[in-house]
């Protein structure tokens, strides 16, 4: 890695359960970071830009004037859950066949038909063709081009809800049924290939951008899984595992309670997600206020042997997969007099290790079984959780030295297209099981069970 840069991009919670960024602030932190980048290795030595993204944000703008209508609404917000619940009702096995998606609030198309209605104007400007909607891929391709481009790539477009795997393109009754005009939506072109180029007014040259991926399906190519019987599990805000499905044709049947979708390089994947895991951490350390920063909650952690029968349910956004429960809410049980601190932040990583067993566990029904995990993300810093992860799965953990995967996929992509031949080694940590927490395992999904019967509000 010649250089890196990031910014901060602030999260906003107008209500609760509801996420959301400043479009503007999202484009402009990308572009600061970017210019810091070209900045420190020379713009005569780029060769090519990749964009790997957060999937499922949704955005609307002015196709002219480049002017965001509303905020984007983030994966995570559960703003369209009866929405979604409704188009589930109606038409929940078709949408299925169709995208390989179950209808939840987590994907696009509701979140667009969401802006669509509640931005004054917006549904007559779409229908005059003035408006474009898109993830953040187009969202950053619009502006990096100076709207020369309204485009995407396969693998964001498989996570709309409004794309058909089979056919490989929009699909008018998904479209239909979730209110999303056809003339706004972006092209869809391979996740590797030529998607323009930069306006060179914003690095001092136009560069060609060759790569789009969304960050899972771009991790997983970056820890190059190309086939079957491995998988990769990302462990940022929340926490993806994804498994490659084939290259030939669509799977004609897909795990219960995963999704089937898109993968980079043209073939499929089945993923689950858990929605809550750095989020856990960052819970732990702010709003309860455990420890002062991520890297103490891990030291904290390791302080105990074990956690001493406290359990937690991590549904601080609900259950994803396999369970697929928008109302679920999280919670704290086994406490007794004598817990401590130490003993709770365990019981949180542990809840985040639990949940990649359960999406594991499906994964093996339906298919080939997975001999490692590959981690990347940033929880991965921490042994202890990665240690922990090794003994529910009894199956070893593989950590790269390299941890930005998700960048190093996309720019595998560019390389390929580009014509230069990717030669990239990093040093790998293995953890292999040294103990068991099937027991452990068994208590907390009875106590997970427990907590889903409770009624919602």
Request: glycine residues 8%.
């Given at each position: 890695?010649?250089?890196?840069?990031?910014?901060?991009?602030?999260?906003?919670?107008?209500?609760?359960?509801?996420?959301?960024?400043?479009?503007?602030?999202?484009?402009?932190?990308?572009?600061?970071?970017?210019?810091?980048?070209?900045?420190?290795?020379?713009?005569?030595?780029?060769?090519?830009?990749?964009?790997?993204?957060?999937?499922?944000?949704?955005?609307?703008?002015?196709?002219?004037?480049?002017?965001?209508?509303?905020?984007?609404?983030?994966?995570?917000?559960?703003?369209?859950?009866?929405?979604?619940?409704?188009?589930?009702?109606?038409?929940?096995?078709?949408?299925?066949?169709?995208?390989?998606?179950?209808?939840?609030a987590y994907f696009s198309g509701p979140k667009f038909s969401w802006l669509l209605d509640h931005v004054d104007g917006a549904r007559e400007l779409?229908?005059?063709?003035?408006?474009?909607?898109?993830?953040?891929?187009?969202?950053?391709?619009?502006?990096?081009?100076?709207?020369?481009?309204?485009?995407?790539d396969t693998t964001n477009a498989s996570r709309t809800m409004l794309w058909n795997l089979a056919d490989r393109q929009w699909d008018d009754q998904?479209?239909?049924?979730?209110?999303?005009?056809?003339?706004?939506?972006?092209?869809?072109?391979?996740?590797?290939?030529?998607?323009?180029?930069?306006?060179?007014?914003?690095?001092?040259?136009?560069?060609?951008?060759?790569?789009?991926?969304?960050?899972?399906?771009?991790?997983?190519?970056?820890?190059?899984?190309?086939?079957?019987?491995?998988?990769?599990?990302?462990?940022?805000?929340?926490?993806?595992?994804?498994?490659?499905?084939?290259?030939?044709?669509?799977?004609?049947?897909?795990?219960?309670?995963?999704?089937?979708?898109?993968?980079?390089?043209?073939?499929?994947?089945?993923?689950?997600?858990?929605?809550?895991?750095?989020?856990?951490?960052?819970?732990?350390?702010?709003?309860?206020?455990?420890?002062?920063?991520?890297?103490?909650?891990?030291?904290?952690?390791?302080?105990?042997?074990?956690?001493?029968?406290?359990?937690?349910?991590?549904?601080?956004?609900?259950?994803?997969?396999?369970?697929?429960?928008?109302?679920?809410?999280?919670?704290?049980?086994?406490?007794?007099?004598?817990?401590?601190?130490?003993?709770?932040?365990?019981?949180?990583?542990?809840?985040?290790?639990?949940?990649?067993?359960?999406?594991?566990?499906?994964?093996?029904?339906?298919?080939?079984?997975?001999?490692?995990?590959?981690?990347?993300?940033?929880?991965?810093?921490?042994?202890?959780?990665?240690?922990?992860?090794?003994?529910?799965?009894?199956?070893?953990?593989?950590?790269?030295?390299?941890?930005?995967?998700?960048?190093?996929?996309?720019?595998?992509?560019?390389?390929?297209?580009?014509?230069?031949?990717?030669?990239?080694?990093?040093?790998?940590?293995?953890?292999?099981?040294?103990?068991?927490?099937?027991?452990?395992?068994?208590?907390?999904?009875?106590?997970?069970?427990?907590?889903?019967?409770?009624?919602?509000?």
């Amino acid at each position: 890695m010649a250089a890196s840069a990031q910014r901060d991009l602030e999260s906003r919670f107008p209500q609760p359960g509801w996420v959301e960024q400043s479009s503007a602030d999202l484009w402009q932190s990308q572009l600061a970071a970017a210019r810091d980048v070209v900045e420190r290795v020379g713009v005569g030595e780029i060769r090519a830009v990749a964009i790997a993204n957060q999937r499922e944000t949704s955005l609307i703008w002015n196709r002219e004037s480049l002017e965001p209508l509303g905020p984007a609404i983030v994966w995570q917000c559960r703003r369209t859950a009866a929405a979604a619940a409704e188009l589930d009702a109606a038409h929940g096995v078709e949408v299925r066949r169709r995208s390989g998606l179950k209808p939840d609030a987590y994907f696009s198309g509701p979140k667009f038909s969401w802006l669509l209605d509640h931005v004054d104007g917006a549904r007559e400007l779409a229908v005059s063709g003035t408006l474009a909607c898109g993830t953040v891929d187009s969202w950053l391709l619009a502006n990096l081009t100076n709207d020369a481009v309204h485009a995407t790539d396969t693998t964001n477009a498989s996570r709309t809800m409004l794309w058909n795997l089979a056919d490989r393109q929009w699909d008018d009754q998904l479209c239909s049924w979730q209110r999303v005009p056809l003339s706004m939506l972006p092209e869809i072109r391979p996740s590797g290939g030529e998607f323009g180029l930069t306006d060179p007014t914003l690095f001092d040259r136009a560069l060609p951008i060759l790569a789009v991926a969304g960050d899972q399906q771009a991790a997983l190519y970056g820890h190059g899984i190309t086939s079957p019987g491995t998988a990769k599990c990302t462990y940022g805000t929340g926490a993806f595992l994804l498994t490659h499905a084939g290259t030939v044709a669509r799977p004609t049947s897909t795990p219960n309670g995963l999704l089937l979708t898109a993968a980079a390089d043209g073939g499929f994947v089945y993923e689950g997600g858990v929605f809550a895991a750095g989020s856990v951490v960052q819970w732990l350390r702010d709003e309860l206020q455990l420890a002062p920063t991520a890297a103490e909650v891990s030291a904290l952690v390791a302080s105990t042997d074990d956690s001493a029968g406290v359990m937690v349910i991590p549904a601080l956004a609900g259950l994803g997969s396999p369970h697929w429960d928008p109302d679920a809410r999280g919670a704290i049980l086994g406490i007794t007099r004598g817990t401590a601190r130490a003993q709770i932040a365990r019981a949180a990583l542990e809840a985040v290790a639990f949940r990649i067993r359960e999406i594991v566990d499906a994964m093996e029904t339906g298919g080939a079984p997975i001999e490692e995990l590959r981690a990347d993300g940033g929880m991965t810093s921490s042994d202890v959780l990665m240690q922990i992860q090794a003994n529910v799965l009894q199956r070893p953990i593989i950590r790269p030295s390299m941890q930005e995967t998700t960048a190093l996929g996309v720019a595998r992509l560019a390389m390929e297209v580009a014509g230069i031949e990717p030669r990239i080694e990093t040093e790998e940590h293995r953890f292999d099981p040294d103990g068991s927490l099937e027991p452990e395992f068994e208590r907390w999904t009875a106590a997970r069970q427990a907590v889903q019967s409770i009624p919602a509000e």
